[in-house]
């Protein structure tokens, strides 16, 4: 044992001395990630020392698993051992805020709320609305390429980023895009590194295109008989003209929440006309602001991502939504587990709750990937438990870009040391 230790302060001394101070400490039981608690944690203040760290670890061939707000680190394989734990809580700044362009650079480990709190200042904001937004930083959103209800107007992080700055395996920093929207040099580096779940290199910065805060907003909340006629309510309210910033479905039961988010008299007129469509096309509305609006968009997402159980990120066409929901409605109840649904009614990106036996829950997970045709779907395992995490792969079919994404994984980590078997397919 005091070999171990001695072994361990020789490395957190080495990591250091690499950084320029006193950035890492000895992992405890509370930073393990699936129970596995990391041999060292870094938290360096500036993106040169995270860099350094990097450097060492590369040298020294150590794994490293990043970690922001730690909002998705049940996502992915299991980790294994993790020598280590590269925090990037000590990059929280927002770097520049270039108001005048609708642009802003955000360091890493910022808290998305945070962020929209400071940029607020100028009645702007980043239209992101991930899970969690309240502890979910800007570097792990990105990596994921997380969004929200909102993605219905303002589209996921890689339709926003502009620029970024990363760290390599190696240590060595690149930058990619620019500063400005019009600026798109490097453009497809950012692109590639959003949604690479931290295997291709860790983010230092991010730049941003902003939009500007609303003045108002309402919401129509929609209450349906039966699911089939979600892709009714969906295709009025989108080819009525209106401009709603979230259409989104809850289910069971057969729901919907369409937000308007602008001047406040455009606001509540639209918010009005997509009520009466929804009643047209058979539903009850009613438009809700304000106390009750924030009361009812907190609920809809605590369907899902508010306790316990396996979480499943369902992509389909919408026009095969109504199919789908009728199939897990009968695939649920013959095997017994309990399901709610949320997520984009016009865009198909779905996310899925399942609680009941493991054996069944994998059933349900292989018998829906089944049915998705190649291109037309997917059902990829977000949240779950380790003995769901044996039972069945976690990202189901990739498609024929996989060896490709092999590829580019040597190309930028040929050691393997970052987030390793966390990506996709394993990467």
């Known amino acids: 044992m005091t ?49 350094a760290v990097l450097a060492w670890a590369s040298e020294h061939g150590r794994s490293v698993v990043v970690r922001g707000g730690g909002t998705k680190l049940g996502w992915g394989a299991p980790a294994g051992s993790i020598d280590v734990l590269l925090s990037t809580r000590g990059l929280g700044a927002v770097e520049a805020h270039r108001h005048g362009d609708l642009t802003a650079t955000v360091q890493a480990g910022a808290v998305l709320a945070d962020v929209n709190a400071a940029l607020a200042a100028h009645r702007q904001w980043l239209p992101l609305d991930p899970p969690h937004a309240e502890r979910a930083t800007i570097g792990g959103i990105v990596a994921a390429n997380d969004s929200g209800p909102r993605r219905q107007r303002h589209g996921a992080p890689r339709d926003l980023i502009i620029g970024m700055t990363l760290a390599r395996a190696d240590g060595v920093t690149a930058k990619s895009g620019g500063i400005v929207v019009k600026n798109v040099a490097g453009y497809d580096l950012a692109r590639l590194l959003t949604g690479s779940f931290g295997c291709l290199g860790v983010i230092l910065t991010a730049t941003f295109k902003l939009a500007p805060a609303a003045e108002a907003s309402r919401t129509v909340r929609v209450t349906l008989s039966e699911a089939g006629q979600i892709d009714r309510v969906a295709a009025a309210l989108l080819a009525h003209g209106s401009t709603p910033s979230a259409v989104e479905l809850a289910w069971p039961p057969a729901a919907m929440l369409v937000r308007f988010e602008s001047a406040a008299t455009v606001a509540a007129e639209q918010a009005e006309q997509a009520a009466a469509l929804a009643r047209d096309a058979g539903g009850d509305a009613a438009v809700l602001a304000e106390a009750d609006e924030a009361e009812a968009w907190r609920r809809h997402e605590a369907r899902v991502f508010g306790g316990e159980g396996t979480i499943v990120k369902l992509v389909v066409l919408p026009s095969d939504l109504s199919a789908t929901l009728a199939w897990l409605d009968e695939a649920a109840r013959a095997q017994s587990l309990d399901c709610a649904l949320i997520g984009r009614a016009g865009l198909g990106v779905l996310y899925l709750r399942l609680a009941g036996p493991v054996s069944a829950q994998a059933s349900l997970v292989r018998s829906l990937r089944e049915r998705l045709d190649p291109g037309r779907g997917s059902a990829v395992i977000r949240q779950a438990e380790g003995e769901l995490r044996s ?37």
């Not at 320029?20 to 938290?43: F, H, K, L, M, Y």
């Not at 092999?406 to 040929?414: E, G, I, N």
């Open 3 to 51: 070999e171990v230790v001695e072994l361990r302060d020789a490395l957190i001394g080495q990591i250091d001395a690499c950084a320029g101070g006193a950035v890492a400490r000895a992992g405890t039981d509370g930073d393990a990630v699936d129970g596995v608690v990391p041999g060292v944690i870094a938290e360096p203040g500036t993106p040169e020392a995270a860099a």
């Open 391 to 427: 039972l069945v792969d976690l990202w189901g079919p990739l498609g024929d870009g996989f060896p490709l994404m092999q590829q580019v994984k040597r190309r930028f980590d040929p050691g393997r040391i970052l987030n390793p078997g966390r990506g996709p397919g394993g990467l």
